[in-house]
Nanobody
Framework: VQLVESGGGLVQAGGSLRLSCAPS????????IGWYRQAPGKQREVVAAGSSGGRINYTDSVQGRFTLSRDHAKNTVYLQMNSLKPEDTAVYYC???????????????WGQGTQVTVSS
């Protein structure tokens, strides 16, 4: 099982994008779902993460601009990104603490990443 991300692309500064993330062959089974990003030459960092208690935490640089949400009916998690800046340019990854498949639970599951490029 893996997570499949989509929605990345090229956008001008000030624009918006919405990333989507859904598990292939399973369903999210926990609230601990997050979005991470990795810019060239930098370490992967958390952007937004849901905790087991349901709280969503955002890194300071995206607070007020990005929103993590979840559609249970569609088994999909989103990252709405507004007021994008060139420094938001990175590969964005989705991560789930737990995915339930017909046979077992899979833990710490990652997607393949989707490129977001913000031009100035």
């Amino acid at each position: 099982v893996q997570l499949v991300e989509s929605g990345g692309g090229l956008v001008q500064a000030g624009g918006s994008l919405r990333l989507s993330c859904a598990p292939s062959g399973g369903t999210f089974s926990a609230n601990a779902i997050g979005w991470y990003r990795q810019a060239p030459g930098k370490q992967r960092e958390v952007v937004a993460a849901g905790s087991s208690g349901g709280r969503i935490n955002y890194t300071d640089s995206v607070q007020g601009r990005f929103t993590l949400s979840r559609d249970h009916a569609k088994n999909t998690v989103y990252l709405q990104m507004n007021s994008l800046k060139p420094e938001d340019t990175a590969v964005y990854y989705c991560n789930a603490a737990s995915i339930r498949t017909p046979w077992q639970y899979e833990y710490d599951v990652w997607g393949q990443g989707t490129q977001v490029t913000v031009s100035s």
